[in-house]
Structure formats: C-alpha cells, structure tokens
C-alpha cells in the first residue's frame, strides 16, 4: 500500500477517536489567569545577579568539600595497626554456558575460589557441588557431568561456550586451551559430541548490567556485543533476535562472522554502490542510512546483509538489501 | 458585510496562520480564539499524545493540560509561521510531566479496547490499524510517524522539535512505514 495511503488511513482513524475535550477545557481555563510575558531588560538584570549568587554558593560548596577531602586523606595516611589479611585475589573468571550458565573464580594456582549460578538451571546444576578449593581441572569434571546427569547436556546440544577473563593475556590464553581440552574430555567421557567455542572476554560492569537487564549470561552478552560490533549499526528487532539466539546460534553467526567480515564492502562502499545505481536510473538521493541486519536464510541460518534506506525527496523513499561479501543489490520497498 | 469578509479572509490564510491567529486572539483575552485553535488541532494534540502514552484515558488528561497551557501561555507565543512546534513543545512538557508522576507500563490492554462489531467498515478497519500501530510499534516509531501524518510535519521539522538528528528521524519513519504496511498484510512482526 502507498505510503499516503496508509498515513491517510492513519489520520482518518486518530479523528474518529479523537474526544471531545472542549467543555472540560474551558471550565479548566476559567479557572486559570493567563501569564504575561515577561519585558526582555529586566529578565537580563535579574540573571546578573542570579549568577552572582550562584557563584558565591559554588565557592562555599567548593570549600567544603576542600575540608572534607583533606581530613579524609589524613586519616588514610595513619596507620591503624589492623592486622587482619587481605582477601585471596582473584586471578581469573571463567563461565560456562550452555543453558545453565555457571561462573567460577580462580586464584594464580587454578583453584577454586568462588562458583556463582548465573539462571534457576545453574543453581540445580550446582546444588549438589562443593568446588570452592577444588582445582579448575576437577571443577569442570563435576560441572560438566551434573549438567549431563541434570539433562542440560544432552546429544541434542548444539554447543558449549567458555569465556575466560584473566589477569594476563598470556594466563587467560592459557587457561582457554586448558579449559576447552577439559570440557572435550569429559564430554567425550558421557559420550557426547558438541562443539565448544571458547572466547576471551573483559568484564566490565557494562557488560554485566546488560547480561543483568537481558537476563543472559556475561559470556552470551560478550558475544552478542561481539556480533553488534563487528555488523554496525543493527535495528533493534536485530539486536532482540540476537539476544534470543540460543548459545549454538550465536557461536555459529561469531564464527561464520569472523571468517566472512574481513571481506565485506564497507558501508561506504555500499552506499557508493546504491548511488551509482540510482544514477543509471536517473535518481538523485538526497540522503542514505545504511545498517546491517540479520535475515534468515531458506536453511534457517541468520546471515547479515545491509539494508540501505534512500531518501529522494519529501515522501519518497526506497529501501534496498546489498549481499555485504557480493554487493548484489536487490529492492525491497518503496514509499512514495 | 465587514465581518464576513474579514472570515473570508482568514479562511485564505494557511492552517499554521489560522493557528497563529487563534493564539492571537487568544493572547488578546478572546476567549473565541480558544475554540477556533481547538477546532484546528484537537486531533493533532490528542494523537501525539496517544502515540506516547498510548492509552486513551492518559492521552486526553495530556491533550486537557496542554489546551490550559496554551491558553496560559499564549501571550509568550512569537510568531515565526510555526506554531505547531510551540505547541507539540508545551505537550511535551506535560508528557514529561506525566512520565514524572505516574505508573508508565501500560498493557495491551489499554490500547483501545477492540470493538467487536458485525459491520467492518472503513472506519473500524483504520481504527483496527491504528490499534495495532499502537501496539506494536516502539514509542519512538509511533510518534515520527503521528507527527508526520497526523500534523504534517516535515522530518526536518520532527527532528528539530524532538533534538534528533535527522538520520534518527527518518530511519524511525522508514522503520515504522514498513512496519505498519507488515501489520495491513497481516504479516507476523
């Protein structure tokens, strides 16, 4: 349907139900005395000084906090002869995710140091472990084989994913060849065949609040951020489809991306390209908004194509699909 | 005679000036005015609210406040042929205001409850429609896309009133255009 056409019907339905508001808004007014705009010359003098005032309390306030901040900073310096140990520090997060998402804390010598569940399945596949002292080794035995007695890990599943974040690159690329061989083994230990992706991540509290707010786990949400970064500009029904995606999807999508996105035309690129293509039809774009977006294909498998929205003039505008590793054009819509 | 013509005369004048005239008045203490700049943009006031709040109960207490601001306000008003952005400003405000005070989640069931009716005309279709865009378009969609059809304003304009860029402002009418061509095929979103 044009657009005209379904902007018309749009109005024509905000009219009908548009209410009558005429009576209740002229009882309202009576009510009401009608402000009186202010002569420009004594606005401004009235602003003068109101910023002299503003600043003399700006002073005051800095002056306080001067106060403050020195008294506190002598009382750190004492020493208060407290003797009592610092904390064992955290040398390396690691998650698992597969539905369950278990997350696990080690110090320098890969023990355990802390086991978080990270959803309800989780809990029920730690429920019956105690890993806190255990070697990373060990702890991922048991995690692996509670999943698979807890139904979690069956033939059916597609992936594992394994996320480490440590203190040191070389640590934490060490502790992903470690941690993959191990899921291997046990895995193949409850004659089960899945592949395992293993990603390294930064955690940072970003990261954690989106995990939060999208109820997934740190290492699903490093990956979709992974896929958002290297696609551009998504539509939010993109972004949502992303977050849905089940733990294999994605992993699937962040590899196929990693091989196939050193070859895909640049946005630029594919705007020139759209350009010259109006330009044989004899159109002249007034503006471009190109964006990647994820489309099924006929075997089910998201691929990124880029949807470039071109703006003629007032009213009239067309979208086209471009292939990101072919430039192939096709169009989709058209609004006039 | 002379009042007759003076009508005829603003008849001629465009609708921003027949608003810029009945806020005049308005400012003057006519009281006339008031009903002349309802008659004009009762429906622009009343769908841009609803298509920020999207219920209907909300959306008249907005488009109410904004009337009595404007009726407050209209000595402020300077005239520069956009009188619709100063007033999409003030109803703004009182969204804002709004959000600030009350519960914001609403339902889908208080999106114009669906009427059940034997006879399907035209309007229940468009009102059908409008009840799905309420639904299912996101906040942002829906008002570029009511202030574009409903007010007739331009996306330049849109993007100014609502300090966006104007990339922001066409790729949410874009979006929201397929969208709702996506609900008219009763296609799934």
Same mark, same amino acid.
């Given at each position: 349907m044009k657009k005209q056409d379904l902007?018309?019907?749009?109005?024509? %339905?905000?009219?009908?139900?548009?209410?009558?508001?005429?009576?209740?808004?002229? *009882?309202?007014?009576?009510?009401? +005395?009608?402000?009186?705009?202010?002569?420009?010359? =004594?606005?401004?003098?009235?602003?003068?000084? +109101?910023?002299?005032?503003?600043?003399?309390? %700006?002073?005051?306030?800095?002056?306080?906090? %001067?106060?403050?901040? =020195?008294?506190?900073?002598?009382?750190?310096?004492?020493? +208060?002869?407290?003797? +009592?140990?610092? =904390?064992?520090?955290?040398?390396?997060?690691?998650?698992?995710?597969?539905?369950?998402?278990?997350?696990?804390?080690?110090?320098? *010598?890969?023990?355990?140091?802390?086991? #978080?569940?990270? #959803?309800?399945?989780?809990?029920?596949?730690?429920?019956?472990?105690?890993? *806190?002292g255990m070697q990373m080794n060990s702890a991922i035995f048991a995690i692996v084989g509670s999943m698979h007695d807890n139904g979690y890990l069956t033939l059916d599943t597609g992936a594992v994913l394994i996320s480490v974040d440590a203190r040191e690159d070389a640590r934490e690329e060490m502790l992903l060849s470690a941690i993959t061989a191990h899921v291997n083994v046990a895995l193949d230990g409850s004659d089960l065949s899945c592949s395992v992706f293993a990603q390294s991540v930064r955690v940072t509290d970003a990261l954690r609040q989106l995990a939060a707010d999208e109820g997934i786990s740190v290492g699903k949400a490093h990956l979709v951020e992974e896929v958002r970064r290297t696609l551009g500009k998504l539509s939010d029904e993109d972004v949502e489809a992303l977050l849905s995606m089940s733990i294999e999807e994605l992993c699937e999508l962040s590899s196929t991306l990693l091989k196939e996105a050193e070859a895909y035309l640049s946005p630029q690129l594919v705007q020139a390209a759209i350009d010259v293509f109006l330009s044989g039809e004899g159109v002249l774009a007034e503006y471009f908004d190109v964006s990647m977006c994820l489309v099924r294909d006929e075997e089910g498998i998201y691929r990124p194509v880029y949807e470039v929205d071109v703006f003629l003039r007032e009213g009239v505008t067309r979208s086209y699909r471009v292939d990101p590793q072919t430039g192939e054009i096709k169009r989709i819509y058209t609004a006039e | 005679?002379?009042?007759?013509?003076?009508?005829?005369?603003?008849?001629? /004048?465009?609708?921003?000036?027949? &608003?810029?005239?009945?806020?005049?008045?308005?400012?003057?203490?006519?009281?006339?005015?008031?009903?002349?700049?309802?008659?004009?943009?009762?429906? !622009?006031?009343?769908?841009?609210?609803?298509?920020?709040?999207? !219920?209907?109960?909300?959306?008249? !207490?907005?488009?109410?406040?904004? $009337?009595?601001?404007?009726?407050?306000?209209?000595?402020?008003?300077?005239?520069?042929?956009?009188?619709?952005?100063?007033? $999409?400003? &003030? @109803?703004?405000?009182?969204?804002?205001?709004? $959000?600030?005070?009350?519960?914001?989640?609403?339902?889908?069931? !208080?999106?114009?409850?669906?009427?059940?009716?034997?006879? $399907?005309?035209?309007?229940?279709?468009?009102?059908?429609?409008?009840?799905?865009?309420?639904?299912? /378009?996101? @906040?942002? @969609?829906?008002?570029?896309?009511?202030?574009?059809a409903v007010s007739g304003l331009k996306h330049r304009e849109i993007a100014a009133l609502l300090d966006q860029p104007l990339s922001t402002v066409l790729s949410r009418y874009n979006r929201a255009i397929k969208r709702i061509n996506a609900i008219e095929k009763g296609e799934i979103l």
């Open positions: 902007e018309g019907k749009l109005r024509d %339905a905000y009219e009908s139900e548009t209410p009558e508001l005429l009576e209740r808004i002229k *009882e309202s007014c009576a009510k009401e +005395t009608p402000s009186v705009a202010a002569p420009e010359a =004594s606005v401004k003098k009235e602003r003068s000084g +109101t910023r002299r005032r503003a600043l003399q309390y %700006a002073l005051a306030l800095s002056a306080c906090v %001067a106060i403050l901040l =020195s008294g506190f900073l002598l009382y750190r310096l004492i020493p +208060t002869g407290d003797d +009592t140990p610092a =904390s064992p520090v955290v040398d390396a997060f690691v998650y698992i995710d597969v539905n369950p998402s278990v997350e696990l804390q080690l110090d320098a *010598e890969g023990r355990v140091l802390a086991c #978080n569940a990270g #959803n309800e399945d989780a809990e029920r596949v730690l429920s019956d472990l105690s890993l *806190e | 005679m002379l009042a007759l013509w003076i009508q005829d005369d603003e008849e001629l /004048l465009s609708r921003d000036g027949r &608003i810029e005239a009945a806020i005049a008045r308005l400012a003057s203490g006519d009281i006339a005015g008031l009903e002349t700049l309802y008659s004009e943009i009762k429906t !622009d006031v009343y769908a841009y609210a609803l298509s920020k709040l999207v !219920d209907p109960t909300l959306a008249e !207490d907005v488009a109410h406040d904004t $009337f009595v601001q404007i009726y407050k306000y209209a000595s402020h008003y300077r005239a520069e042929g956009k009188p619709l952005a100063w007033i $999409f400003t &003030i @109803e703004l405000n009182m969204i804002r205001k709004h $959000f600030r005070t009350k519960n914001r989640s609403v339902s889908l069931e !208080d999106v114009l409850e669906p009427r059940v009716e034997e006879d $399907f005309t035209l309007r229940v279709i468009n009102r059908e429609l409008l009840r799905e865009m309420l639904a299912r /378009l996101s @906040e942002e @969609e829906r008002e570029v896309i009511t202030l574009h």
